[in-house]
């Protein structure tokens, strides 16, 4: 088995995953609260 020497992993994709992952959530709550506000004004 291979030696494993803690902080020599490549984590450089996800890192660029977890970034994604992150904007798209920030996103889509922005989204999902404009669309609530919306509602609210519009009177749905």
Same mark, same amino acid.
């Given at each position: !088995?291979?030696? @494993?020497? #803690?902080?020599? !992993?490549?984590? @450089?994709? #996800? ?30």
């Amino acid at each position: !088995m291979a030696e @494993h020497k #803690q902080g020599t !992993m490549n984590i @450089h994709a #996800q890192e660029k995953t977890f970034d994604g992952f992150v904007s798209f959530v920030t996103k889509s709550v922005i989204v999902i609260l404009i669309a609530v506000v919306f509602l609210a004004l519009v009177g749905a």
